[in-house]
C-alpha cells in the first residue's frame, strides 16, 4: 500500500469490531492447519485477533499460546477460547523465551507485519526443527458472483485488500512450501452484509457511504440465484504456508 498511515489504521481497525469479527470471519480448514503442523501440538499463535485459527489448533488437541496486541480482540479471544494463554504482544515483539514453541502460525495476519524484525523474533521463539505456518482464506474469484462483489466493495478508503499471499524468507528458515485448500463459509445475505461489514475499507469508510454500499451489496445479492433463496456458502481458498526452523 502506497499510503503506510492508512495502512497502519486499516490494520488496527479490528478490535471497535471485535465481536461481530469473531462471529462472522471464516475460520481455516483444519486439513490445511493438519498440512502446517505435521502433528506438532505446542503453537504460537501470532496476531491471534478473536481466536479464529486458536479453534482450530484447539480442536486438533494443541497447546496453543495466543499472542494478540488489541485489547479488545484479545479479550474476546479470551472469552471464546478459556483454554488458549492469550498474551498481548506483536509479531515484532514476543514474551517468550528462546526455543519456547515447535511451531508459529499466523492468520490472515502476515500481511501486516513488518516483515524483517518479525521473522527474526518468529524463529527466536521457534525450536530448530519447528514449523512457520501462515494462511490466509480468500475469496474464490474464479465464481463469477464473487468476482463481481469484490468489485463491489471499493470505498473512498480503498479497494479490499485482496493480498497476495506471501512466501516467507528467512537464514534461519528452509525454502518455504504452499498448497491450496478448498473453503466455504455458510451464509446468509444478512450475515455476509456483516462479513462485509468487518473488511477494514468498509467498517473505516464514513457511516453514509458505508450504508449505502451495504445497501448495494444486498441488493446485488438478492439479484443472484446463488444467493437469493436463502443458506449459501460462500466460496473460499485457503492457502497455507509452512516453513521449517534450521
Same mark, same amino acid.
Given at each position: 500500500?502506497?499510503?503506510?498511515?492508512?495502512?497502519a489504521?486499516?490494520?488496527?481497525s479490528?478490535g471497535?469490531?471485535?465481536?461481530?469479527?469473531?462471529?462472522?470471519?471464516?475460520?481455516?480448514?483444519?486439513a490445511?492447519?493438519?498440512?502446517v503442523?505435521?502433528?506438532?501440538?505446542?503453537?504460537?499463535?501470532?496476531?491471534?485477533?478473536?481466536g479464529?485459527?486458536s479453534?482450530?489448533?484447539?480442536?486438533?488437541?494443541?497447546?496453543?499460546?495466543?499472542?494478540?496486541?488489541?485489547p479488545?480482540?484479545r479479550?474476546?479471544?479470551?472469552?471464546?477460547?478459556?483454554?488458549?494463554?492469550?498474551?498481548?504482544?506483536t509479531?515484532?515483539?514476543?514474551?517468550?523465551e528462546d526455543?519456547?514453541?515447535?511451531?508459529?502460525?499466523?492468520?490472515?495476519?502476515?500481511?501486516w507485519f513488518?516483515?524483517?524484525?518479525a521473522?527474526?523474533?518468529?524463529?527466536?521463539v521457534?525450536?530448530?526443527?519447528?514449523?512457520?505456518?501462515?494462511?490466509?482464506?480468500?475469496?474464490d474469484?474464479?465464481?463469477?458472483?464473487? *468476482?463481481?462483489?469484490? %468489485?463491489?466493495?471499493?470505498?473512498? #478508503? +480503498?479497494?479490499a485488500?485482496? !493480498?497476495n499471499w506471501?512466501? /516467507?524468507?528467512?537464514?534461519?528458515?528452509?525454502p518455504?512450501?504452499?498448497?491450496?485448500?478448498p473453503?466455504?463459509? *455458510?451464509?446468509?445475505? %444478512?450475515?455476509?452484509?456483516?462479513? #462485509? +461489514?468487518?473488511?477494514?475499507? !468498509?467498517?473505516l469508510?464514513p /457511516?453514509?457511504e458505508?450504508a449505502?454500499?451495504l445497501?448495494?451489496?444486498?441488493?446485488?445479492?438478492?439479484?443472484?440465484?446463488?444467493?437469493?433463496?436463502?443458506?449459501f456458502?460462500?466460496?473460499?481458498?485457503?492457502?497455507? !504456508?509452512?516453513a521449517?526452523?534450521?
Amino acid at each position: 500500500m502506497d499510503h503506510p498511515e492508512l495502512f497502519a489504521e486499516r490494520a488496527s481497525s479490528f478490535g471497535a469490531n471485535a465481536a461481530v469479527y469473531a462471529e462472522h470471519r471464516p475460520d481455516y480448514p483444519l486439513a490445511a492447519i493438519e498440512w502446517v503442523l505435521g502433528g506438532r501440538k505446542s503453537v504460537l499463535d501470532l496476531a491471534a485477533g478473536t481466536g479464529l485459527l486458536s479453534d482450530g489448533l484447539v480442536r486438533l488437541g494443541c497447546s496453543v499460546t495466543a499472542v494478540e496486541p488489541d485489547p479488545a480482540m484479545r479479550a474476546e479471544l479470551a472469552r471464546r477460547q478459556p483454554a488458549v494463554t492469550a498474551l498481548d504482544g506483536t509479531a515484532e515483539s514476543i514474551a517468550a523465551e528462546d526455543g519456547s514453541f515447535d511451531a508459529v502460525v499466523a492468520g490472515q495476519a502476515f500481511h501486516w507485519f513488518n516483515t524483517p524484525e518479525a521473522l527474526t523474533e518468529i524463529t527466536r521463539v521457534l525450536r530448530p526443527g519447528g514449523v512457520l505456518g501462515l494462511f490466509w482464506n480468500r475469496d474464490d474469484v474464479t465464481v463469477p458472483w464473487m *468476482a463481481d462483489l469484490a %468489485e463491489a466493495t471499493t470505498t473512498s #478508503i +480503498g479497494p479490499a485488500l485482496v !493480498v497476495n499471499w506471501m512466501l /516467507p524468507e528467512h537464514e534461519r528458515l528452509a525454502p518455504a512450501e504452499h498448497t491450496f485448500v478448498p473453503h466455504g463459509q *455458510a451464509r446468509t445475505i %444478512e450475515s455476509f452484509i456483516a462479513t #462485509i +461489514g468487518t473488511h477494514s475499507q !468498509v467498517a473505516l469508510a464514513p /457511516p453514509a457511504e458505508r450504508a449505502a454500499l451495504l445497501d448495494d451489496v444486498r441488493a446485488y445479492l438478492r439479484s443472484r440465484p446463488e444467493t437469493a433463496s436463502g443458506d449459501f456458502i460462500r466460496p473460499l481458498s485457503t492457502v497455507a !504456508v509452512r516453513a521449517v526452523r534450521l
